[in-house]
C-alpha cells in the first residue's frame, strides 16, 4: 500500500471492480477492491484512482479549509515526489504553494504563496548545498516565513 497515505473518504456515482494484471495496488477500498494503481508504461508511470476525487472536493464546501478536511493534498505530494525530489526548496504546508524558476545564471526564483485569506507561518526545507538569496516581494526569505493572506513571497535561493 501508500506508505503514510491518508485515507480519503469518497463515493462515486460509479464502482469499479478492477483486477490489476501488472499493476501495482497502492490504495483499496473498504472491501479490499483496488482503488489506487500504479504501472510503469514506456519511460513514465501511470497512477489509477478510481475515485472521483477532484468532483467530490470541489463539491464539498471547506473541502481544502475546513477543520477535519480530508487530507487530499497528501495524494497530490506522492504523486510529485519525483519531480519534487530535485527542488532546492520545499514546503509540506497544505495552504501554500511553492514554484521554483531556474535562472541561466544558476539562482533560482521561488514563488511562495499563500492560499488562505488570513497570514500564515509556512516552514521550509532548503536542500543540501543551497542558501537564501534576496527578497524580491514580501519579507526576507527564512526557514519559517509568515506571509500575508492571499499574498505571496518572492525570493532567491543560490548555491553556496
Known amino acids: 500500500g501508500l506508505p503514510g497515505a ?9 464502482k469499479l471492480t478492477l483486477q490489476p494484471a ?3 495496488v497502492l490504495g483499496r477500498e473498504a472491501d479490499g477492491t483496488p482503488a489506487f494503481t500504479r504501472a510503469r508504461y ?22 481544502f479549509h475546513a477543520p477535519g478536511a480530508p487530507p487530499a493534498w497528501q495524494l497530490y505530494r506522492y504523486l510529485a515526489e519525483p519531480v519534487l525530489a530535485g ?18 545564471d544558476g539562482p533560482r526564483v521561488i514563488v511562495l504563496i499563500n492560499y488562505r485569506p488570513e497570514p500564515a507561518e509556512i ?27 492571499n499574498d505571496a513571497a518572492v525570493f532567491e535561493v543560490r548555491r553556496g
Do not use: C, K, N
Not at 491518508?6 to 460509479?14: F, M, Q, R, Y
Not at 527542488?87 to 541561466?104: F, I, K, N, S
Not at 516552514?123 to 506571509?147: E, I, K, Y
Open 87 to 104: 527542488r532546492a526548496v520545499r514546503t509540506d504546508a497544505p495552504q501554500a504553494g511553492l514554484t521554483e524558476h531556474p535562472r541561466e
Open 123 to 149: 516552514p521550509l526545507t532548503l536542500a543540501d548545498g543551497w542558501q537564501f538569496g534576496d527578497s524580491l516581494h514580501g519579507p526576507a526569505p527564512a526557514m519559517t516565513m509568515t506571509v500575508a493572506g
Open 42 to 63: 514506456g519511460a513514465g508511470t501511470i497512477y489509477f484512482l478510481t475515485a472521483p476525487l477532484e468532483l467530490e472536493l470541489m463539491q464539498t464546501p471547506g473541502a
Open 22 to 24: 501488472r499493476a501495482e
Open 6 to 14: 491518508p485515507t480519503l473518504p469518497t463515493a462515486g456515482p460509479i
